[in-house]
């Protein structure tokens, strides 16, 4: 991950548009490339950010790598981050440790540690901790720790342990389930399918550090 740790230029901004600061803060206006220790946009937007603490309000940007992310009401193209919560917002491709998201949406997340999602959904979901899914849904969720369900529903599920509450299952495969959860197919139904799910994901890991490292070089 990119971020802004090494010693930062005199501030100021070039003439085709990228700034380089300690802070910068950006209230209805944008700028190409960004690189700072902190960075707070509002009503605004970048197309790549690097920086050690982001928060953008009411804006987007298309990539941003940072060591915190923090989003409401906007939306990120491409985030590469350690933590990463959204409210009320939306991403396409994240890459973080957590995730924490609130009434917003992904398309593509994938954790190294824990995710949270409450009223809030992901078409593809790989964690390698636990997930929480409150009045969410996930068409694809992968979990290498356990998961907790809350009136929320997936597609494909694969975990260790599911803990469910009024919560339902297209496919489902875990070792353990506990709670109210209705699965259309079971363990025995959909083996195949977990292994052709397992493929995919792998593919789609691999395009996402594929996909992150080309928007490093640029």
């Not at 997340?109 to 849904?137: F, H, I, K």
């Amino acid at each position: 991950m990119e971020s802004a740790n090494e010693p930062l230029p005199a501030a100021h901004k070039t003439d085709e548009g990228d700034i380089y600061a300690g802070n910068v803060s950006i209230h209805h206006g944008g700028a190409r490339d960004i690189t700072a220790r902190s960075v707070d946009i509002t009503q605004g937007g970048a197309s790549k950010i690097k920086s050690d603490h982001v928060t953008i309000r009411q804006g987007g940007a298309q990539a941003v790598y940072a060591d915190d992310i923090v989003v409401r009401q906007g939306g990120i193209v491409r985030a590469q981050s350690e933590t990463l919560t959204v409210n009320q917002g939306g991403i396409v491709l994240a890459t973080t440790k957590t995730a924490d998201l609130h009434a917003a949406s992904a398309l593509a997340l994938l954790t190294n540690g824990d995710a949270t999602l409450t009223q809030s959904g992901a078409q593809l979901l790989v964690a390698r901790g636990d997930v929480t899914l409150d009045q969410g849904n996930a068409k694809v969720l992968l979990a290498g720790g356990d998961v907790m369900m809350d009136q929320s529903g997936t597609g494909v599920l694969v975990a260790r342990t599911v803990q469910a509450k009024n919560s339902g299952v297209v496919l489902l495969i875990a070792q353990n389930v506990a709670g109210d959860i209705k699965a259309t197919f079971g363990p025995r139904e959909s083996v195949l399918f977990g292994i052709v799910t397992g493929i995919v994901t792998g593919i789609v890991v691999l395009l996402g550090n594929v996909f992150g490292k080309r928007l490093l070089r640029r």
